[in-house]
């Protein structure tokens, strides 16, 4: 080390190396032949210079020693490393130099104040020629600003903009303290130059400018939100959406998980600890009733037609499992996406945060939609306009399902390869010759609560139709809602859907299926010693074809009848908890609860339950002659409808008949109207309310009849008019004498039972 620190020192103490020692640099740039004693160096390292002070003989001039020394610089250069076109110079000192060490950052800008020598007496303000003839020589300058005439800023001053920095400092460091004589324009008493660097632009400039122009800088602050959003959220979101289609971090997907389950199943099996349990028993009686359903979906899976397919039912028709668990069953690629937590979310921001849940869209900021709000609103009291930057629902929502699109469009395409026999085929010819390659998304519970709005729906269906017309993927709905196909036709109106209708099981299917869900119990013992199945040992289970046919074929309602009867009850009993349990569910939910967002009246509701309990099917055109139906009966029904009560059957695209909106909702009819109190209490509301409509009906005749009277002489053209008027108030009058004898009798039942 002791021989390689002196050589590195003696490459930079080189003569053609600005970076070498200060005094080195002195040495250098003094010619030999000049007898000059170097006496004092103070370097000057935040301005890249250094003072030097020498000595020089009496016979010899300071401007010829300054002569020499420029040109012996001339001849022998020194350049800095960093900037080898530029090289060192050097002036004469004529002020009286500062040495300050404060935080003043050179800049190409002075400011010259004019003082006196004289305390108290004001300074000479220079001309501009005068400035130029003095700070020329260290630089070529800009501009000369001299002080305001309106200005009464003592000391008076000027401003010079050179043209380099490096020009600026050599005149600060050279001029500072110097004094310009009387004869050369410095007034009576002479004029002393002080000079400070100025800041070319004020501190905090970008700041205030930013803050002072929000037309233009808000605008651009939301462009680079936008642009950064897209370039570094968007690739992120995508691959979280990839990584949810293709069920990557899902466990049970993993090969060494699902070898270590297999391989304990198989030890359980071998060593007889229990019976192989099946995970959903009792449904392959269903899948075997269903199984032409089963084979078609598959089969339209495997064409190529740009449309949708729909699945509908009633809701507990086994929708959901028929489609996922059997129709796609080892497919892969599936997205499921339920609609009833997106339309049951309350706000906008639990809206968006339901919606990119279901399609593992992360990350959200669902809570940015309230801010952007609030800054939106604050930007159009600032510049009077809005910015734009709040986003409403829709566009929110038309994000995540364009995001969606493209991981969808990227899974579709990610096993090709250039060796397939279509390589050459571009990337929309190859989905479309491929549908096997395609994704499946199910839609489920679609139209759930549509009443309460559209927006949710009318996004999912035009981007279902852009995945199926871009053979991105296959979509698949799942409804409850009869009347899909007006929502589904705005996004394809000219396509013919592929419908598959489910209704409840025939009585042969839904007995086999109480029976297997009876025999399927995985705790029954070690084999050999297994008992009997309860189907062979149970003698209750003769009341079972009476039972179903009481409760009907709907796949959730059966399922609770067989866990009823598991747990130790006989069928009759559990049909009748069941049926209890329905009529309590038709009370609460659409008679005793009171809430006035409903679209029907507990009368309205009482009525279709005693006409069902006596009859099972209704003519939809004699209940809406009914007086309690007159006004706005066909919203009424549909409302009835959607809130499952009823199920209208439609005959050529209009309603036919009503029929009841469960199987045992039949029973359940009956057994409420059989409670004389219950019964007792909502005639009397429906006897109240005709006769309110009944009396308003007298009131309009009596109206008219005493305008008709005041007509003078009677006229002959308005008697077949008076004779009607008294005839329907006759009619009238005794409907309400009947309703009160009717009333009367009720509340009889009402002060006698309980």
């Known amino acids: 080390m002791d021989k390689i620190i002196p050589r590195m020192m003696a490459r930079i103490d080189s003569p053609d190396n600005a970076a070498a020692d200060p005094v080195t640099i002195a040495q250098r740039a003094t010619p030999s032949s000049l007898p000059l004693q170097i006496k004092e160096i103070s370097p000057r390292i935040s301005e890249g210079g250094a003072f030097v002070k020498f000595a020089f003989s009496q016979d010899q001039d300071h401007k010829e020693v300054e002569k020499m020394i420029k040109a012996h610089l001339k001849e022998n250069p020194i350049k800095p490393w960093f900037n080898p076109l530029k090289q060192a110079r050097v002036f004469l000192v004529k002020g009286v130099p500062w040495l300050e060490d404060?935080?003043?950052?050179?800049?190409?800008?002075?400011?010259?104040?004019?003082?006196?020598?004289?305390?108290g007496q004001?300074?000479?303000?220079?001309?501009?020629?005068?400035?130029?003839?003095?700070?020329?020589?260290?630089?070529?300058?800009?501009?000369?600003?001299?002080?305001?005439?309106?200005s009464k800023d003592i000391p008076k001053y000027a401003y010079l903009h050179f043209n380099k920095i490096r020009h600026a400092i050599m005149a600060k460091n050279c001029m500072h303290g110097f004094t310009v004589e009387p004869g050369a324009g410095g007034g009576k008493a002479g004029t002393v130059l002080k000079l400070v660097y100025m800041q070319k632009k004020k501190a905090h400039f970008i700041w205030d400018w930013f803050l002072n122009h929000p037309r233009l800088t808000i605008p651009l602050l939301l462009a680079f939100i936008?642009?950064?959003?897209?370039?570094?959220?968007?690739?992120?979101?995508?691959?979280?959406?990839?990584?949810?289609?293709?069920?990557?971090?899902?466990?049970?997907?993993?090969k060494i998980y699902k070898w270590f389950r297999s391989q304990a199943s198989r030890a359980n099996e071998l060593l007889n600890l229990r019976r192989r349990r099946t995970e959903d028993p009792g449904l392959s009686a269903i899948w075997d009733d269903r199984k032409d359903a089963i084979e078609q979906i598959q089969t339209w899976l495997m064409e190529s037609a740009d449309t949708f397919?729909?699945?509908?039912?009633?809701?507990?028709?086994?929708?959901?499992?028929?489609?996922?668990?059997?129709?796609?069953?080892?497919?892969?690629?599936?997205?499921?996406?339920?609609?009833?937590?997106?339309?049951?979310?309350?706000?906008?921001?639990?809206?968006?945060?339901?919606?990119?849940?279901?399609?593992?869209?992360?990350?959200?900021?669902?809570?940015?939609?309230?801010?952007?709000?609030l800054v939106d609103l604050a930007a159009q009291g600032t510049i009077g306009t809005k910015t734009g930057f709040s986003e409403t629902l829709d566009t929110q929502l038309a994000k995540i399902?364009?995001?969606?699109?493209?991981?969808?469009?990227?899974?579709?395409?990610?096993?090709?390869?250039?060796?397939?026999?279509?390589?050459?085929?571009?990337?929309?010819?190859?989905?479309?010759?491929?549908?096997?390659?395609?994704?499946?998304?199910?839609?489920?519970?679609?139209?759930?609560?549509?009443?309460?709005?559209?927006?949710?729906?009318?996004?999912?269906?035009?981007?279902a139709a852009s995945l199926t017309t871009t053979n991105v993927a296959h979509v698949i709905f799942l409804t409850s809602d009869l009347s899909f196909s007006k929502s589904l036709s705005k996004a394809l109106p000219d396509r013919v859907f592929r419908q598959i209708s489910l209704?409840?099981?025939?009585?042969?299917?839904?007995?086999?299926?109480?029976?297997?869900?009876?025999?399927?119990?995985?705790?029954?013992?070690?084999?050999?010693?297994?008992?009997?199945?309860?189907?062979?040992?149970?003698?209750?289970?003769?009341?079972?074809?009476?039972?179903?046919?009481?409760?009907?074929?709907?796949?959730?309602?059966?399922?609770?009848?067989?866990?009823?009867?598991?747990?130790?009850?006989t069928p009759k009993k559990a049909v009748k908890a069941i049926i209890d349990q329905s009529a309590s569910e038709i009370l609460k939910m659409y008679i005793l609860d009171v809430d006035k967002s409903r679209q029907w009246t507990p009368e309205q509701a009482w009525l279709l339950i005693k006409f069902l309990a006596d009859s099972e099917t209704l003519r939809y055109n004699e209940l809406l002659l009914s007086d309690t139906y007159k006004s706005g009966g066909e919203a009424t029904l549909q409302a009835l409808e959607q809130a499952e009560l009823i199920n209208i059957v439609s005959s050529n695209g209009r309603p036919k008949s009503i029929k009841p909106g469960k199987p045992v909702y039949t029973a359940a009819f009956k057994a409420l109207t059989q409670d004389h109190v219950l019964k007792a209490r909502l005639d009397l509301a429906i006897?109240?309310?005709?006769?309110?409509?009944?009396?308003?009906?007298?009131?309009?005749?009596?109206?008219?009849?005493?305008?008709?009277?005041?007509?003078?002489?009677?006229?002959?053209?308005?008697?077949?008019?008076?004779?009607?008027?008294?005839?329907?108030?006759?009619?009238?009058?005794?409907?309400?004498?009947?309703y009160e004898r009717e009333s009367g009798a009720l509340k009889k039942v009402l002060s006698k039972e309980y």
């Open 102 to 119: 404060l935080h003043r950052l050179p800049t190409p800008r002075l400011k010259v104040e004019f003082t006196s020598p004289a305390p």
């Open 122 to 150: 004001p300074g000479e303000e220079l001309s501009q020629e005068t400035l130029y003839t003095l700070f020329r020589r260290y630089g070529k300058l800009k501009d000369i600003i001299p002080q305001p005439t309106d």
């Open 226 to 254: 936008g642009t950064f959003s897209v370039m570094v959220f968007d690739p992120i979101r995508t691959f979280f959406i990839k990584a949810h289609v293709t069920r990557s971090f899902h466990i049970s997907d993993n």
């Open 309 to 373: 397919i729909v699945i509908q039912g009633p809701r507990g028709s086994g929708k959901r499992e028929l489609v996922m668990d059997q129709a796609l069953q080892g497919r892969k690629n599936n997205l499921l996406i339920d609609c009833k937590g997106i339309q049951e979310a309350r706000g906008d921001s639990s809206t968006i945060s339901a919606a990119a849940l279901e399609v593992g869209y992360r990350p959200v900021f669902s809570w940015m939609n309230s801010i952007s709000s």
């Open 401 to 463: 399902w364009q995001n969606t699109s493209s991981a969808l469009r990227q899974i579709a395409l990610e096993d090709r390869s250039d060796d397939d026999k279509d390589a050459d085929l571009g990337d929309d010819e190859y989905l479309e010759a491929h549908p096997e390659r395609r994704p499946v998304v199910v839609i489920n519970n679609f139209l759930h609560k549509s009443q309460e709005g559209h927006v949710v729906y009318d996004k999912i269906s035009e981007w």
């Open 503 to 569: 209704g409840d099981c025939s009585p042969e299917v839904a007995k086999r299926f109480v029976i297997t869900h009876l025999d399927a119990d995985p705790d029954e013992g070690i084999a050999p010693k297994r008992k009997a199945p309860p189907s062979q040992t149970r003698d209750d289970l003769a009341e079972l074809d009476e039972c179903i046919s009481t409760l009907g074929g709907r796949l959730t309602d059966l399922e609770f009848l067989a866990r009823r009867i598991k747990t130790g009850e």
């Open 687 to 738: 006897l109240s309310e005709l006769t309110k409509i009944e009396t308003q009906g007298i009131e309009k005749c009596e109206f008219e009849l005493n305008l008709l009277g005041q007509l003078p002489g009677q006229p002959k053209e308005v008697r077949g008019r008076i004779k009607w008027l008294l005839g329907k108030l006759r009619g009238s009058q005794e409907k309400v004498e009947g």
